[in-house]
C-alpha cells in the first residue's frame, strides 16, 4: 500500500493531519519524512489516530519538540505530536503536585507551577522540551540528592497500541507504571501525568574555577558540596568550573562577568573563533585556555527563581554523547579519558560536563540502582566534522563500557541489545511490558529496532 492521503481520513482526522512534513531534531543531526503527522487537540483524537495506525499496520512514533540527539523520535510512517495538549488539570497545593497534559513545554510547566506557588525540584540544561519527552529519557540535571526528572512522576495515563486508555501508579497497572516512567515512547502514547515538585524556591549559584585535578582528588566533597553541584571540565588543560547551587531567600542578583562579556564573547566570539579551527585543528587547546581565562577567571555569583538558575545557554548545534557510571568510579574514568586525548593528540572542544544523580528504581533510568555520575562530551557542529570526533566517542564509549556505563537514552550511543540486558535488572521487565501492551511493534522505530528489541547496534 503506498502513502496514505489525508483526502482518506476522516474529517475529524482530517483536521489535525500534516502532509509533506519533515522532523528534523534540534541538533539538525536526524531527520525523517513520515506519511503522516497527526497533532491531536484530545485523548479521543490519540485514540483515532492510533485505531488508524492499527488498521493499516502503521508504525506510530510520538515527538515532543524534537530535542533528542539522535534518532530515538523519527519514524518514516506516522507521526504524533500532542504539543496542543498542554493544559494544567489540576493542582493540589497543600502536597506540592500538580496533574498536566503531557505536551506540555517544561516552559510552560515553570510558568503554571509557579503561579500555583510551586517549582520543580531540579532540571536539566533547557526547558524547551515536552514533559512527555523528558520523562521518555529519563532526562536529568544534577544533585546529590535528587534523581533524574522521571523520578517525580506519581502517576501516569496512556493510550495503548489497542486504543485503550491506561491509568497507572504505584498501586494501580504497576509494572506498567514502572516501565513507563522511562519508555522511550515505545509503550503507547502518553497524555496526562502527575508531577511532584516543591513550593516555589530561588536558588543561588555560585561558579568558581579550580584545578580538575585537586577535584578529582576531592570527588566526594565536591559531590556534596552544594544541593546542585556540576563540573565543567576543560579538555587540553588542567582547569575547570564548579557550579554550586543552594535554596535561599536572597534578593535577586548578579555579580560577574557582564551580559555583553557572557553573550557576546560566550557566543558570538567563541564561534568566529571555532570557525578559525576549522582551518587549524591545533589551535583548539590554545582557545580553550584563552576561553576558560576570560569567561572564568572571577567566580560568578547569580540569585534567581529555580528555573532560571537550573536553565543554560547550550549554545551551538552540536554532537554530544552523554554515559553515566557509578559516581565513585568517575574520577579514575575521567583521568583515562585525559590520557586517551592527549595520547592521540584529539583536539576536541570544551567542556566535559559531569553531573550527579541519585539512584533510583526507575527500571530503564541510567541511574537505576546506583548513586550516578553522568559525564558528558561535546563537539560543536560544524566544527567537529574536522576533527575525528568519532574516534573520540570510540575512546569515550570503550573507558565507559569499562565501568558498566549506561547511555543517555536520548543520545547516540553503540550499545547493543545485550549491552544493554546485561547493565538493566529490569530490561527484560521491561520488554515483557512493551511486548504485552504493543504485540505488533506499532511504537518502534529503528532506534528500538537497532538497540531494545534486537541484538545489532552500531555506532
Ligand atoms: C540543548 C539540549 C540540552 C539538553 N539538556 C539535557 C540535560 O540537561 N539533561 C538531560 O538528561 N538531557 C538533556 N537533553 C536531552 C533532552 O532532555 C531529551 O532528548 C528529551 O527527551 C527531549 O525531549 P523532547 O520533548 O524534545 O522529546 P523528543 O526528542 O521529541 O522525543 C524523545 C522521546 O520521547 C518520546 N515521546 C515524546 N512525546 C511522547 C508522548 N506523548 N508519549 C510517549 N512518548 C513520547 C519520543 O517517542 C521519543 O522516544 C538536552 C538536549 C538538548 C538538545
Known sequence: MGPYQIEQLEPELQQIAVDNFTFQNWAKTFKCTPELLFTPVTESQVQKVILLAKKLNKPLKAFGSGHSPSDLACSPGFMINIDKMNRLLNVDSKNSTATVEAGMSLHTLHKVLRENGLSLSNLGSISDQSIA???????????????????????????????????CSPTENRDVFEAARCSLGSLGIITRMTLQAEPDFKLEAIQKPYKFSD?????????????????????????????RANRTTKEISRKGPSFVMENWYGFHAYQAMLNITRYSTSLIPYLT?????????????????SNKVFNFDCLFPQY?????????????????????????????????????VDEDDVWLSPAYGRKTCYIGVIMYRPYGKVVP?????????????????????????????????????KFNDFLRVRQQLDP???FLNDYLKRHVVSNEAKL
Request: proline fraction near 4%.
Open 320 to 356: 554530544v554523547n552523554e554515559w553515566a557510571i557509578d559516581w565513585k568510579d568517575a574520577p579514575d574514568m575521567l583521568r583515562k579519558l585525559d590520557k586517551f586525548i592527549s595520547e592521540n593528540d584529539l583536539k576536541v572542544h570544551f567542556p566535559v560536563e559531569i553531573r550527579f
Open 289 to 305: 585556555k584563552m576561553m576558560f581565562k576570560t569567561l572564568h577567571s572571577k567566580p560568578i555569583e547569580v540569585v534567581d527563581v
Open 133 to 167: 519527552g523528558v520523562m521518555a529519557t529519563a532526562t536529568h540535571g544534577t544533585g546529590a540528592h535528587f534523581g533524574c526528572l522521571s523520578t517525580i512522576i506519581l502517576d501516569l495515563t496512556l493510550i495503548t497500541a489497542d486504543g485503550s486508555i491506561l491509568y
Open 440 to 442: 505488533n511493534g506499532m
Open 389 to 425: 570526533y568519532k574516534k573520540y566517542w570510540k575512546g569515550y564509549e570503550d573507558l565507559m563500557r569499562e565501568y558498566n556505563g549506561r547511555p543517555h537514552w536520548a543520545k547516540a550511543h553503540g550499545q547493543t541489545r545485550k549491552d544493554l540486558e546485561a547493565s538493566y535488572p
Open 215 to 243: 577535584v578529582l582528588n576531592d570527588w566526594d566533597a565536591v559531590i556534596h558540596s552544594a544541593e546542585h553541584a556540576r563540573v565543567w571540565w576543560y579538555p587540553h588543560t588542567d582547569d575547570c568550573v564548579v557550579w
